[in-house]
């Protein structure tokens, strides 16, 4: 799309000098709009991201010579748009992943009959099904740290380098240190870097012998991949950091995990709301109190920060939330707060329930020990006797969403900068979010407007935010928008005019054209990209 040239320059939009208050902004006013935030960095064409439970391979991607069709379609929707997702083959499944040269298939679980996955052996089938992906794509190899062995780890480390090396962006080792049992480092900090440091520059060493190399890859490893539960041992990147983790100089980017809310026990199930995970002032908060930190720290180190692991609802989502329209209004939020914030990328987590998670939560496997695949997936990648047919959810459609409002520069790959927006006079903070993008060279390119307020199905009558923007030279405008938040056929979903329950966009593509000095019209429960 051409960039038309507003009547405000790039310069007006920036935050007012020291000492100078903007005035509360009655409307969205180009020429007095000022962020509530520093404008980030140019966002790469890697950051929508996604992660993948290594346990569920073989469902979301099939074999080498059968891949899914299903999933592989899906994500060529976003490969047209410029993106590059890294692919995270990790979550807690990881941490009992063996490697087996001899088996055929990419990926076995080993069940204890009620689900419960107590290993998972993968074989070369695994590192060699990624010829599947489009081309460019790149992954996090990820390493068994659970079982304590670092032939294990080694074992994993070495066959995916010799396998995809030049796929592999980087490595990491062991899923949410937080969550091991307290025996392994008796919540010391030092203990576990000590460890981590120790294991990694010894896979390194047999990495470096495997390539022929003289020195093992140095800034190849992920580092953290803590959740922010309060847990006894402290091991966000904040933590580490400071404990000295990258003395080695083996670690390329600090990794940390979201998750806001949970089905994993029935407290912070029925807490689990639509209201509540549309609440954009709660998922600010937690993404400054929770997030922030861990990010700031390894900014302020000079380094590179991911989400590398989120969704909404930990311990696989929660029915009637998670795989309904409200979920891709929190997707869109969340990962456009983290742009915000400066996140490389964000890796939206993909799977199925894990029995050994919790025993207290919300979610089973199928009655026949199959896969309960998380309600907060973009898909259920094959037919289920938990979920049903394999299908798109109402979510994926964020995607497309995030994807077009960062979408990329071609000469150089650089995307939007962003910066979030002030609340509207008369609108509440906690049911609408704005986000300004800007073009790296030529200023102010794009409104992101989400009306996060619940409109749910048969009750009252849906409601419209009008949001004046003041004079500009037209505008383009494409929607995400359901029947209702609560929706749950993707058929009825849409990202401008198209719908997407079978991976293959259906409709006609519908943007609007927005006049000069005309207002623009939001209901609840839906967004707006403009781009100008
Ligand atoms: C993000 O990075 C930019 C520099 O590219 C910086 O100016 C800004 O303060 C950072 N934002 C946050 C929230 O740290
Ligand atoms: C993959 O991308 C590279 C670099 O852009 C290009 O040289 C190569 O031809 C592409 N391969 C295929 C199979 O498209
Ligand atoms: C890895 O650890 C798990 C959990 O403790 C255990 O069940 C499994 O037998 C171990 N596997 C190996 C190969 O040691
Ligand atoms: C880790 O240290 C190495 C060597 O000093 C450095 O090149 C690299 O940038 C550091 N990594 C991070 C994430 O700070
Ligand atoms: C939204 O979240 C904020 C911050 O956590 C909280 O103070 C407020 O009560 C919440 N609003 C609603 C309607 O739940």
Request: net charge neutral.
């Amino acid at each position: 799309m051409k960039f038309s040239t507003l009547a405000v320059t790039a310069g007006s939009i920036l935050a007012p000098a020291a000492g100078v208050t903007a005035a509360e902004p009655s409307y969205y006013k180009l020429d007095t709009l000022y962020p509530t935030s520093p404008i980030s960095k140019a966002h790469a064409t890697s950051f929508v991201s996604y992660s993948f439970e290594p346990a569920f391979w073989a469902e979301f991607f099939g074999e080498p010579d059968s891949p899914r069709t299903l999933t592989f379609t899906l994500l060529k929707n976003l490969y047209d748009r410029g993106a590059r997702p890294i692919i995270r083959a990790g979550g807690i499944t990881m941490d009992s992943m063996i490697y087996d040269p001899n088996q055929k298939l990419s990926a076995v679980r080993t069940e204890n009959g009620k689900g419960g996955i107590y290993r998972v052996t993968i074989g070369p089938a695994f590192y060699e099904g990624w010829d599947n992906f489009p081309n460019g794509t790149a992954f996090v190899s990820t390493l068994n740290f659970g079982n304590n062995s670092v032939d294990i780890a080694k074992d994993l480390a070495v066959a995916s380098h010799q396998l995809q090396g030049d796929k592999i962006l980087y490595y990491e080792l062991g899923n949410e240190p937080t969550n091991y049992p307290t025996a392994r480092w008796q919540r010391n900090t030092q203990a576990y870097v000590d460890q981590w440091k120790s294991f990694t520059t010894r896979i390194g060493t047999a990495l470096s012998a495997a390539t022929a190399q003289l020195t093992p890859p140095s800034g190849k490893w992920w580092a953290s991949s803590a959740t922010t539960d309060v847990t006894g041992l402290k091991v966000r990147p904040s933590d580490l950091i400071p404990a000295g983790v990258n003395s080695t100089g083996l670690v390329g980017q600090y990794s940390i995990h979201s998750y806001a809310f949970a089905t994993c026990d029935a407290a912070r199930e029925r807490r689990a709301t639509i209201t509540n995970i549309l609440n954009h002032t709660d998922l600010a908060r937690y993404a400054d109190v929770e997030i922030y930190p861990s990010a700031k720290a390894a900014m302020d180190a000079g380094a590179e920060w991911v989400v590398g692991e989120f969704n909404s609802i930990a311990c696989s989502g929660k029915p009637g939330v998670s795989d309904t329209f409200a979920q891709a209004l929190w997707t869109a939020d969340v990962e456009l707060l983290y742009a915000v914030r400066n996140a490389s990328s964000v890796h939206l987590h993909q799977g199925a329930t894990l029995v050994f998670q919790s025993d207290q939560q919300l979610n089973t496997p199928g009655d026949d020990g199959s896969p309960g695949f998380s309600s907060y997936s973009l898909l259920y990648p094959v037919s289920s006797s938990k979920r049903g047919e394999a299908r798109v959810l109402p979510v994926f459609v964020s995607q497309l969403l995030v994807v077009e409002a960062l979408s990329w520069t071609d000469a150089i790959q650089m995307g939007g900068r962003i910066a979030s927006l002030p609340t509207p006079a008369g609108l509440k903070e906690s049911e609408f979010s704005g986000y300004a993008i800007y073009d790296p060279y030529t200023g102010l390119k794009r409104l992101v407007l989400l009306n996060m307020k619940p409109y749910y199905a048969g009750v009252g009558t849906r409601g419209t935010v009008l949001v004046d923007i003041g004079f500009h030279r037209g505008a383009s405008v494409k929607r995400m928008t359901a029947p209702s938040v609560d929706e749950k056929d993707s058929a009825k979903v849409t990202w401008a005019g198209q719908s997407f329950r079978d991976g293959k966009p259906v409709g006609k593509e519908t943007v609007e054209t927005l006049e000069t000095a005309e207002k623009v019209a939001i209901r609840d429960s839906e967004a707006v990209l403009i781009d100008f």
